[in-house]
């Protein structure tokens, strides 16, 4: 004898048979996936100490596409390797805006990410000493020519001077007015070079700070970027520089897609109680294959929640955070957090407690601890023998949704 609960939506089909105790094994009984459009429809069945159960609903196949987009597989070495990159092509392309805004600088982008600076002489610095000494020594040269009319001076390729005088006397002496001239020359080339420097100097104490400024403001952006560039990623560093997929913003981004599933169980659960209506959504999540996700290159170990329901398979974090996307969409005021022990992940609610239930103590309030994995389906307030021995090597308590 059963009863058939209609659907509370047009858009959805939701299906749930009650009866009398089966002693079937509980589990997955039956998963189907037919695209339809630009949608994919759903048929969930399995059994748990209840009985019997169903869940049909419909995904958005750009959503389906998009999870799995939004979520790609990295090797923790990896993933360090092309944020390294990505922030060295961005410092040196801030490091060449910068020397677009101060055309007379010269920076350099040190290993360690410091830049260091100086300001150039002006572009024609060199072309202007060359004149200079020229100049002086061209004039140095006409005026020679004119006491001694009869010598002849002359430049070769190299820029050599060749002399040819009436006597040896006429030529030490034009060899010496020579010798003066290209002194007199290089003095006027030193003190241009001075007047340059002293230019360069005053410069630099004008754009010292303004340059200061900016390289800190830049070096601040480097300093930040791989977390940034694993956060645009979906992936965080813990306290301890331990990579993890970002959990909390991937079961936050879950929420919009995973709408139609919470729509489709709010349908069959909502003459339940809070606790009872969790231990449906939650035998639902614990009878979905499990997958330890070990093929590192296509999901790196976690699923996001659509990517998991698509699939029909998923490991402890991943169900996890699929369980608690689904719970915040039925009972957004019950918060959740994901609990990290060696190699496992479960769930804990800011349920209040009932007799017997398994409880972790974490920001002052006690934690209502739940299993989406199983082994079985444990309801609410139960979890495994393994899980249970591992309560006291709690890594880390992600929330979730607080």
Same mark, same amino acid.
């Given at each position: ?23 079937? *094994? ?37 959503? %389906? ?24 092509? &961005? ?23 410091? %830049? ?29 020519? *004119? ?71 830049? &070096? ?53 109680? #809070? ?42 974090? #991943? ?14 005021? %019950? ?24 409880? %972790? ?33 709690? *890594? ?7």
């Amino acid at each position: 004898m059963c009863r058939r609960i209609l659907p509370c939506y047009a858009a959805l089909a939701c299906l749930l048979l009650v009866g009398t105790v089966w002693s079937a *094994t509980p589990g997955q009984t039956h998963f189907g996936a037919h695209q339809e459009g630009p949608q994919w429809r759903f048929d969930y069945g399995w059994i748990d100490q209840s009985g019997s159960h169903t869940l049909r609903f419909r995904l958005d196949a750009d959503a %389906i596409t998009a999870a799995r987009r939004g979520f790609r597989a990295y090797r923790r070495a990896d993933l360090e390797a092309a944020a390294d990159a990505e922030r060295d092509r &961005q410092a040196s392309r801030a490091v060449a805006d910068l020397e677009r805004a101060h055309p007379g600088v010269e920076l350099e982008l040190r290993p360690n990410g410091s %830049i260091q600076w100086r300001t150039k002489p002006p572009p024609d610095f060199a072309d202007r000493q060359q004149d200079l000494f020229r100049t002086h020594l061209d004039q140095a040269i006409a005026t020679i020519q *004119t006491d001694y009319p009869q010598a002849r001076i002359s430049r070769g390729e190299a820029g050599a001077l060749d002399l040819s005088a009436r006597s040896k006397k006429d030529l030490a002496a034009i060899q010496q007015r020579l010798a003066d001239a290209q002194r007199a020359a290089n003095q006027a080339v030193a003190d241009y070079a001075d007047q340059v420097q002293t230019q360069i100097e005053r410069r630099s104490e004008r754009l010292g700070q303004d340059l200061r400024s900016e390289f800190a403001a830049v &070096q601040e952006r480097m300093e930040t970027f791989k977390l940034a560039y694993f956060r645009e990623r979906l992936y965080r560093l813990d306290a301890s520089g331990a990579l993890f997929p970002d959990y909390a913003r991937i079961g936050e981004h879950a929420l919009h897609a995973l709408a139609p599933v919470a729509q489709a169980m709010g349908a069959q659960v909502q003459r339940l109680s #809070t606790r009872a209506a969790l231990n449906t959504a939650l035998t639902f999540i614990q009878t979905i294959p499990y997958d330890r996700l070990l093929d590192r290159a296509n999901d790196a170990g976690f699923l996001p929640p659509v990517v998991m329901l698509a699939d029909n398979r998923g490991d402890c974090d #991943t169900k996890s955070v699929a369980f608690a996307a689904l719970t915040h969409l039925l009972y957004p005021k %019950i918060p959740s957090a994901l609990v990290l022990v060696p190699k496992h992940a479960f769930l804990a609610l800011g349920l209040d407690p009932a007799p017997g239930d398994r409880l %972790i103590r974490h920001r002052g309030r006690d934690w209502v601890l739940a299993e989406p994995v199983g082994p079985g389906t444990p309801p609410v307030g139960e979890i495994g023998d393994e899980s249970s021995a591992a309560l006291d090597q709690i *890594t880390a308590v992600i929330p979730l949704f607080p």
